[in-house]
């Protein structure tokens, strides 16, 4: 819902959930994004979903958080300022083992994705991801299928592009959406358009070239 003041948003979700805390296995969750905006959502599905949720916007307030406050669950942004979420998922898994952790990834992420599953996350997707989309990815189990060969993946297209661009300049401005459309050098209302749209959908499944020798087998 988009208040009249333009102070801030507020976005429901959309759809009737599909997975729960009890689908899961876990009734705690803690979520790590930079992006105020996208991070708050996503707080705000989770809860609705019967998760006692904790967040953080980098890697020191999330070690701060989880020391205090351990959860089940944990759905970390692979890139942010400062040490970035593959660190932090490496810390999460010293401090509590059995923590299980999804990894979000932005274009051109994937092979480092990849490294995050092979050290330790349960899967990762691509952003935006929304609540079912997470915990359908635990819902799925500890073992997802990592590519062993080359990666390929197809560029984003410029609406997503614009909409990933359009949410980060919208949190840098603390939700002011009168602020934002003046960074972004559009009218307000346009703005405001734009935020009603859901996110563009995600590009192909990136492909996996594989090795000469496996082609020849």
């Not at 990849?114 to 989309?133: E, H, Q």
């Amino acid at each position: 819902m988009l208040q009249s003041d333009g102070k801030s948003i507020m976005m429901a979700e959309e759809s009737t959930p599909m997975y729960g805390s009890n689908d899961v296995g876990a009734d705690s969750i803690l979520l790590v994004d930079d992006t105020l905006i996208l991070r708050d959502r996503l707080a705000m599905a989770m809860r609705q979903r019967g998760f006692r949720v904790q967040t953080a916007g980098n890697y020191e307030e999330a070690i701060e958080v989880f020391r205090h406050s351990p959860t089940d669950l944990a759905v970390l942004d692979l890139r942010m300022p400062g040490r970035s979420g593959l660190d932090l998922l490496r810390r999460l898994l010293q401090m509590h083992p059995r923590v299980r952790v999804i990894m979000l990834s932005g274009f051109g992420s994937i092979p480092a994705s990849i490294d995050a599953v092979r050290a330790g996350a349960v899967n990762f997707l691509s952003k935006p991801a929304d609540a079912d989309d997470i915990l359908a990815a635990f819902h799925r189990g500890d073992e997802p299928s990592v590519p062993t060969g080359e990666v390929s993946f197809p560029a984003p297209s410029l609406a997503r592009n614009e909409w990933e661009h359009i949410h980060r300049v919208l949190s840098d401005c603390g939700g002011n959406i009168s602020e934002a459309a003046r960074r972004l050098g559009i009218h307000r209302r346009s703005l405001q358009r734009k935020l009603r749209k859901r996110a563009p959908e995600d590009p192909a499944t990136p492909e996996v070239i594989e090795d000469q020798e496996t082609l020849c087998d």
